[in-house]
Each structure stands twice: as structure tokens, then as C-alpha cells.
């Protein structure tokens, strides 16, 4: 009896624009000027407001918060995929993808300045809310799913996590639920190298994230997370056969967490600062760019407008954010039943009581 | 309070618990179930709950899984936030702790995180309990768990009639509940009306009536205080009985009130003594009765030692009959009965 090799596989990596700007023709999605222009806006969008958002953190405005600067290839080339009845499952580096779902800056603003009203999503944009417990959301995905699938419905669910969360026994877990289920979802893993100070090579012996699909019998596949055209080809190659087959993917974006992990770390006490320049000349925007100049979709004048545009939403949206009133005392009880309990109404009325004789 | 209306039928607990599972998935397409071995299985669940629903309702809605406790908690959370009403059934309770993020971190959060705009109509069906000999992996009682976590409701019926009205109500209740049967109980019989009920939560039976001792009693608790109820009542001391129902929410008042009568009170459980529920029992009737209490309340729960595998040391670490009699005696020494306000 001789031993013969069983199976084996392989897996891929997609990449479609190079670092000088050019496309691979043949894998190019089909995206439009317009589209291309949007998803570049977008892009500049995110990265002013994560800009912004930092130095109001370093004025103490704004808590804690994770920086998306450098992601936003990965981030935005995958939720453009996305149709608004499909649903979106954040963990908490997304605010370039909540964004492009219709979350506002200023909510995201109230959110991070610590006012959870701010994290109260309108339940019409189908997304969940921001997940900071590492990867205990990738269930919540293939729930939804599954409930659409009972539902008849042919929407899918994206779901972001960073390889870190590949550790947690939730993401072993959903994947293998979701292989054995068939659920519309798309598992969407932002490989940034590290989880806080954790390299990747510290977070499991694999090589690549995507090959861990394999072990759960979905499709998995790596694609460069700075190039969003690759991001957004394999993101649509997936929803689609989340739609039509209601199969599960895992995608990992090969990408780079170029800031700190969040603003209350320094990640120059675990990294090189060549590792960074090196990811830095891999910039998504400016490789983007790069390609919009060649095609003559973006010029020093249009760049130009651009970045102010974003700059004046952005000066918007903390104008408006910075005139919100605190919440009240009362809030607290609020949502915790969808209707208050006997108890609670009772530890209400002496919290109010206590506050009216304060003032 | 129970019997009343009541046509003659008795059911088991485990029939009671799939009689409201089974008239709910008839009346509403969005409750489905999830858990491990409920349906090909045959059997219905280790206890026979799930028994017949899949052959009804089709493996789509009665949903076996693998052995995932996380996995199938937190789907079934997507599910509920996507529209769906499901009751997922963990095996043993002890296999909750497994799911514990997805109970206390997310389930009980997600609609106050949320403010409000999605609705978490999840049940998280268990079985629980010591006196199987299971051993200290498959006998605890977690009640206090999950009665500590805000967000979370949490049931524990005694008999088939508050079994099947309580998973009822838990089943349209919009917010995350924790259904903890017993696993003693199962095979116990009791009236059950074949008519459509509900119990509310947050009412407690009083169960048995009397005049000298308050006797709050959780689960099995209430067949043991029964037991003692008869021995005492031989001696003239009268035990009133009261099952809480439900922890969160908890009905304080027919405790209090209880007590304005008895002046005494005694709470049993089969989960640990330290930091138990009957800890909080005591503390709100202090709260609310303290003028009336004519003797130290008292608890009759399980000693702070995990459940034994030995039938023999098993039952020496769980509240017995005889301890309920001991210790209802201890209350009425001293005090004459009818108390100082007779």
C-alpha cells in the first residue's frame, strides 16, 4: 500500500495595479471613470478625517481611537463592492468603511469622543455596530447570513477582522459554522502585520491567513490590500458567490498598519522605522493616484480640490459634532430591555431624584 | 394559583417545554432552533425537548450544529438582529461558559450599545443542576451568572404548567433570555392546559400556603420545600412556599409581602451558597421588610465545593429535604408561632 498524497491545494493571490501605477488588463475590473473618481474621494476622505481625528485626539477631544491610515486600499476597495441590502460587520478600525455605508464623520466623532449615541447605527443601513472585543463579531456575520438565507433573501454580509482575531476560537468557530451552514458571508481579513505589538509570525505558524479557509472547507484567497483594484475584484468575485451559491469566502488583505496599533500606544517600540518606509512607498492612495494621472482622471489642480473638499466635510462634521449636548443621566436605563423592568424603573427614578437635588 | 382553570391533562416537564416550542414554530415561521444533537438524533436532546420538531418543521428550522457553543450562541444572535427569533440549547449549562462572551459581552449589550433600534428576541434554552451524578462539569447552576448581567432575563420553571407558559413568553420577549430548566425535572408530571397561555415574567406562585416560615425556593428547590412543607406541617409549622419564577425580573413584593406575614424567611437553591441568588433574595427583603423580620434569615443552598461525581458525595453537597427542616426550625425557636404581631 503505498502512501499517495490525498489532497492538495493551492492558494492564490490576486494583485491588478502595480506600485508604478499600471493594471494588469486582463484582471482590471470593469470600474468606471466615475467610479474610479469616487472610490479615490473616498479614499482621501477617509485618510483626511483619520488625519484630523488624531490631532483631536492629541487634544484630548477624542478617546482612543484605531487609525485606518495606509488601509484604505483594503478597507474601501471591499465595501465599494457592497450593495446597500447586503449587511456590514465591523470590528473597529472601519471608519473608512462606515463611512461609505452612511454612517456620518460626526457620528463616528461622538462615538470615539465616548458618547455610545454616536455608535447607534439607523438600523436601515444594515450594520452592526463597532466591535472592539476581538473577533466575537464574525458569529454575529454568520447569523445574519443564515438569517437571510432562511429569509430567501440574496444579499451577503462582509465582515472585517485583523489577522489577529484569526487566533480566536470565535473565528474558528464562524468559519467552520459558515462552511457547514453555506451562508452568504465574506470574511474580510485585513492583514496589517501586527495586533498591537504581535507579528504577524507571533499570531500562527502559517504563512498566509487565506490558507486557513482551506482547513474549513471554504474558498479563501490573498489579495494585495493596497491595491484596491485587486481588493475590489476578489471582494465582488465573493459576494457574488455569496449571492448566487451562498457560499462563504475568507479574503485576506495583505496590507500594513503604518500609524500605532491606537492612539494610546507607540509602535516604534516594536518595529523598525525601515519596515515602515518600506510599506510607506506601498502607499494605496498614492498608487491609485499614480494610476488616475496615467489616465488623466486626476491632476495636480483636481488632487488639489479634492483634499479641500474633504478638509471642509471634515471641518463640518467636528463643527457639528462639537455642539452636541452631553447625554442625560437617564439615558443609562434606556435600552437595556426593549421595555424598562419594575427594577429598573426604580433605580431610574432615585438616580433622577438624586440629580434634580443636586442642581 | 395553579390548578385553577386548569382542564385535566398532565404533561411532563419535557413534554410541557416541547408543547410551547412546538404551538410557537406553528405560530411564528421566525422561530427556529439551534443546538447540538436536538433533532437527527432522534431522541429530541438528551432530554427528549426537542423531540418530533424536526420531522414538523424541517432540518432548515430545527438546526443541529456542530460543537460550537460560541459559534451557535453567536449565530444565533446575527440571526435574531437580522429578524429571526431563535432559541438555541446548550446541552448542559456547563457548556455555556463556553459561549460566555456571547452571552454577557455581546446578547446582553448589542440593543443598549445599539440605542435602542434592533430588537434581540434570542432564547438560550439550558439544562441545569446537581443530583444525576453527572459529576462537577455537567451539575452546576449558573443562575447567579447570568442574574448578575444586565440585559440578560433569566427563567427557572418548577413545574410543566410554568414551564410551558414561560418559554412561551420568553420565545415573544424581545430581549435576550436565559431559560434554565432543571434537569431533575423532566420527567415530572403536572397539569398542563391544552389552551394557549403565557405566564408574565417577573410574577412569583406562591406556591404553597402558610403562616410561619417564608420559603423562597428556586427550581428544584420547590419539590424539596414541598417535602419539607409535609414534615413540618406534622409539627404545626407552616411553610409558605414562593417560586420566583424568574430572577430578572424578580417580584420582591409577594416575597416582602410574605414575609410582613411569616416574619421569617428561608431561600434554597442547589447553586452555591457564597454570592448565590439567595443572597440577593435576603438583601431585598432586608430592603423592604426589614421591620418584620422576627428571626435571622436563613439559606439552605449548596455548599461552595464543586458538584461530586459520587451519588454519595453528591447528595452531601446539595440542600436536602432534612436541611430545609432543620433550618425552618432553627427559624421558629425562640419566637412563638404567629409571630410577635399575632
Redesign the interface.
Known sequence: MPIRPLVSYSIERVEVLREDGTVDEELMPSLSADEIQRLYEHMVLTRRFDERMFKLQRQGRLGTFARVTGQEGAQIGAVFALRPDDWLVPAFRENGALLWRGITMTQLLQYWSGDERGGAFPRALRTLPISIPVGTHLLHAVGIGWAMKEAGEDSAVLTFFGEGATSTGDFSEALNMAGVFQVPVVFFCQNNQYAISVPFTRQTAAPTVAQKALGYGIFGVQVDGNDVFAVYRATREALERARSGKEPTLIEAHTYRVTDHTTSDDARRYRSDEEVAAWLKRDPIERLAHYMRAQGFLDEAREAEIAAEADRKVAEAVEAFESIPPPEPEEIFRHVFAQKTRPLEEQEAALLARWERRR | MRGEQIEERSLTYAQALNEALREEMQRDARV?LLGEDIGVWGGGGVFGVTKGLLEEFGA?RV?D??I?E???????????????R?VVEFMYVDFSMLAM??IC??AAK??????????VPLVIRAQQGAGRGNGPQHSQSLEAWYAHT??L?VVMPSTPYDAKGLLKTAIR???PVVFLEHKLLYGTRGPVPKEDYTIPF?QAAIVRQGRHVTCVALSYQVHKALEAADVLAEEGIELEIIDPRTL???DRETVARSIMKTGRLLVTHQAPERAGFAAEVVMCALEDAFDYFDAPPLRVCGKNVPIPYSLTLEAAAIPQTEDLVRAAKRLVEGVPLGGRRS
Open positions: 427556529i432548515e438546526r450544529t456542530p460550537s460560541a459559534g451557535f450562541t453567536g449565530a444565533g444572535l446575527g440571526a435574531a438582529l437580522a429578524g429571526l431563535p462572551d456571547q459581552n455581546q448589542i440593543r443598549w450599545m445599539l440605542g435602542g433600534d434592533v430588537s444586565p440585559g432575563k420577549d424581545d430581549n417577573g430578572v425580573p424578580y
